[in-house]
């Protein structure tokens, strides 16, 4: 049975940094799209960054040069690195991932068929 399991989430200033982890079982990440969504207080959730099986990654606008998607095959695990973060960054994040390759941009969650089950990110 396929789990995600994010961790590394937390409260910090704005500027900061935090690393977030997405250990998966079940299924092993490098072999189709990856994905990191967040949904804000209010808001609709959103895709992030996105990572497919070649290692290519997308970004939304909003986080472009401070946020990077990686992934680590051997621990079949799946990074967000978020570097200056800003208060408008708060939210739950999600790790997903899908049966499919990456289509595109932006992602749309109701084609990611796993998820974990969040991790909080506070900004302020």
């Known amino acids: 049975h396929v789990q995600l399991v994010e961790s590394g989430g937390g409260s910090v200033q704005a500027g900061g940094s935090l690393r977030l982890a997405c250990a998966a079982s079940?299924?092993?990440?490098?072999?189709?799209?990856m994905g990191w969504f967040r949904q804000g207080p209010g808001k609709e959730r959103e895709g992030v960054a996105i990572?497919?099986?070649?290692?290519?990654?997308t970004y939304a606008d909003s986080v472009k040069g401070r946020f990077t998607i990686s992934r680590d095959n051997t621990k079949n695990t799946l990074y967000l690195q978020m570097n200056s973060l800003k208060v408008e960054d708060t939210g739950t994040y999600y790790c997903?991932?899908?049966?499919?390759?990456?289509?595109?941009?932006?992602?749309?969650?109701?084609?990611?068929?796993?998820w974990g089950q969040g991790t909080q990110v506070t900004v302020s």
């Open positions: 997903a991932a899908k049966r499919w390759n990456c289509a595109g941009w932006p992602p749309d969650s109701n084609y990611y068929n796993y």
């Open positions: 990572i497919d099986r070649d290692g290519g990654s």
């Open positions: 079940g299924h092993t990440i490098s072999r189709n799209c």
